[in-house]
């Protein structure tokens, strides 16, 4: 297996091949265009706790495929600013905010979330950020730039899979983080930070059920289809995505290696 696999390049690049959207449909039954832990219920219940109303402005941070955006939007009538720094994210997030005529209501942009925020003090009435933060540089400086960017009073919210609750071996974080640059925090670390960038109100849930659902579903779906995916994905990457996928629902599911939402006011 290969030291690094590719997960998110592949995925927004083919994301509309026929092969992916039965891929995700397995994987999460109801299908808005997420590449995550995610699934529709529980974004309705994420959605929920941010209390958006139409015309309030969001901002995404790893606005991926666009699909959670479009999804939010339309079921809030809310204006939304999402970035990644996946160039083909990006542009797949603006052709689904046209075909589903949002283009007034979303803006994607390609920026790196690690850097300082390209938006002015005060900008945004909520943050949200899923499975995403974990893949972010300097954790203290960029909740502080959270905390710049909100309006007061504003609300983010955001889940983190990486917090170590039990005892993982050396070669298992290998393959749980062969996909890219990952931050691990021991629990408690968020709060810490939290605190520290100026937020109020911090509020955490163990939400590490359905990371472990997920991504075994996600593995499945894979497995039953490698013939077709063999076709668009080289075998080295391939066998390194199924081992990472097995290996984040051993350790979520053993709760070593867990998923908390956090919640916290300017």
Known sequence: ??????????????????????????????????????????????ISLLKLSPGKKILEIAAGSGGPAVFMVKETACHLTGIDINENGVTSAKQMAEENGLTEQLDFRLADA????????????????????????????????????????????????MVITGIVTNEEIAIR?????????PVGENELLLNEAGFSKIISKDVTG??????????????????DLLKIEDSDNFNGLQSFFKMVHTLSAERRLSRFMFTAVK
Not at 4 to 9: Q, R
Not at 135 to 159: A, D, I, M, P, Y
């Open 1 to 46: 297996m290969k030291s690094k696999v590719e997960l998110f390049y592949n995925t927004y690049r083919n994301f509309t091949e026929a092969v992916y959207r039965d891929i995700r449909k397995d994987t999460y039954g109801e299908d808005f265009g997420q590449n995550s832990w995610l699934t529709a219920d529980e974004y309705r219940s994420f």
């Open 114 to 161: 690690s850097l300082p925020l390209p938006f002015p003090d005060g900008t945004f009435d909520a943050i949200i950020s899923i499975d995403s933060i974990n893949h972010l540089k300097s954790r203290n400086s960029v909740l502080k730039e959270f905390n710049r960017v909100l309006k007061h009073g504003g609300v983010l919210l955001f889940t983190d899979p």
């Open 177 to 185: 983080t062969s996909i890219g640059f990952f931050l691990i925090v």
């Open 210 to 227: 359905n990371m472990a659902l997920v991504s075994l579903k996600w593995y499945n779906a894979r497995e039953n289809r490698r013939d």
